[in-house]
């Protein structure tokens, strides 16, 4: 059973960098050629995807988000990380990291405030 | 970049009645579209990918149609259960979610 856990700081400073990582137990991401997702969801909004990662290394970011977002993947680790520069409270929103499209993490509330 | 629109924004029904939300891209997405079910404070769940095909374990009542750039999300006779919003999303180019369906009890 595939599962997914997001982990990193709740709370990150204006203008400062938010990290987040997604760890994958059940099964060896580098096993396949799969694709790591990350999506975000302000309190009370829709979904906002960010980007996805392949486990080749090759990323795909959301326009609005390109400027600012990298992604990487260690799959040593059987984990893959976000990075979103110059966060504002506009960042502020719940963080779910995704294996293909059916596998999620619980979600991680990060909170840009400071 | 692919814009998803979905009517309509929230939905009144009730138990046992038949559900239809519908999902539209800005261009051609061909069958690369997911439907998602989502609950407050939980991670959206995968129904439906490939437009029309049925997630393992997930019931036969919810059902997806279309291709191109019209979609559809029936349910066919609403429980319980499936009080929820839910989210269409196209993976053809990049990705985008649309911005969601609340169903709510009537």
């Known amino acids: 059973q595939v599962q997914l856990q997001e982990s990193g700081p709740g709370l990150v400073k204006p203008s400062q960098t938010l990290s987040l990582t997604c760890t994958v137990s059940?099964?060896?991401?580098?096993?396949?050629?799969?694709?790591f997702s990350w999506v975000r969801q302000p309190a009370g909004k829709g979904l906002e995807w960010i980007g996805r990662?392949?486990?080749?290394?090759?990323?795909n970011y959301s326009p609005s988000l390109r400027s600012r977002v990298s992604m990487s993947v260690d799959t040593s680790k059987n984990q893959f990380s976000l990075k979103l520069s110059s966060v504002t409270a506009a960042d502020t929103a719940v963080y779910y990291c995704?294996?293909?499209?059916?596998?999620w993490g619980q979600g991680i509330l990060v909170t840009v405030s400071s | 970049d692919i814009q998803m629109t979905q009517s309509p924004s929230t939905l009144s029904a009730s138990v046992g009645d038949r559900v239809t939300i519908t999902c539209r891209a800005s261009q051609s997405i061909s069958s690369y579209l997911a439907w998602y079910q989502q609950k407050p404070g939980k991670a959206p769940k995968l129904l439906i990918s490939k437009a029309s095909s049925l997630e393992s374990g997930v019931p036969s009542r919810f059902s997806g149609s279309g291709s191109g750039t019209e979609f559809t999300l029936t349910i066919s006779s609403l429980q319980p259960d499936d009080f929820a919003t839910y989210y269409c999303q196209q993976y053809y180019s990049y990705s985008t979610f649309g911005p969601g369906t609340k169903v709510d009890i009537k």
């Open positions: 990662i392949y486990t080749s290394g090759t990323p």
């Open positions: 059940g099964g060896s991401i580098s096993s396949g050629n799969y694709y």
């Open positions: 995704g294996l293909g499209l059916g596998y």
